[in-house]
């Protein structure tokens, strides 16, 4: 089975300075990884995906994500924070081959103070 | 280009009775994706339609039920409806069913169902 967890349900982060969400994932076999964000009242907006190759994967609005297969884990990075970052951050996992359905961590809000 | 469109984007319903959702997917897409959002939780996959046939389910009673058109638009069909229905419900749409996992879904911005 496949399970995703976010340690932490909140992060606080002053704006301009670097900010890290944690996602650590549970899966048999090679898992394909996401990365959401959902504003108020939104759905989820795809940021980044880790496939295969480069660990380091760079998304949209200057985000990226490390993958580190010996940890299990996928944590989403950003080197410098804005107040407009402020959301609810979701890390999925979906295994590769047929018929395998995204299951979506629990969430992170992401606070970041001006 | 129309991203996923869902209607309505607000819904109250007491208990026992039943209501309809539906989803429209980005252009280019021909599956479809339901999930719920509990407050303060990830989204929870319901099922997903592709060729107008639900492929894949997750752990969900038969009240949730569901339907693809040939335009690929969908309707999720919640019966005899619970206090705990009360989330905002999701549509996701993708490309080629379940046979891309590599690919991102395409989210719309949800109904919020509340249940009196």
């Known amino acids: 089975a496949q399970s995703v967890a976010q340690p932490e349900d909140q992060v606080n982060v002053a704006e301009g300075n670097p900010l890290t969400v944690k996602c650590t994932y549970s899966v048999s076999g090679n898992p394909y990884l996401f990365w959401y964000v959902q504003y108020p009242n939104r759905g989820l907006q795809f940021l980044l995906k880790y496939i295969t190759g480069d660990n380091l994967v760079k998304g949209s609005y200057g985000f990226e994500a490390e993958f580190n297969k010996s940890q299990t884990s996928f944590h989403l990075k950003k080197p410098s924070a804005l107040v407009s970052d402020s959301a609810l951050y979701f890390c999925a996992v979906r295994s590769k081959g047929y018929g395998q359905n995204f299951v979506f961590g629990p969430g992170t809000r992401l606070s970041v103070l001006p | 280009d129309a991203g996923v469109t869902q209607s309505p984007t607000h819904l109250i319903k007491t208990r026992g009775q039943q209501v309809t959702l539906r989803c429209s997917p980005k252009s280019g897409h021909d599956t479809v994706s339901w999930y719920q959002q509990a407050l303060g939780q990830g989204p929870q996959f319901i099922f997903q339609?592709?060729?107008?046939?639900?492929?894949q389910r997750g752990n969900f009673p038969d009240r949730f039920s569901g339907h693809q058109f040939p335009n690929y638009s969908s309707e999720l069909n919640v019966n005899a409806l619970l206090l705990g229905d009360s989330a905002l419900y999701l549509c996701a749409s993708s490309f080629g069913g379940a046979m891309y996992s590599n690919q991102p879904q395409h989210f719309g911005d949800g109904t919020r169902l509340s249940i009196l």
């Open positions: 339609y592709y060729e107008e046939e639900e492929r």
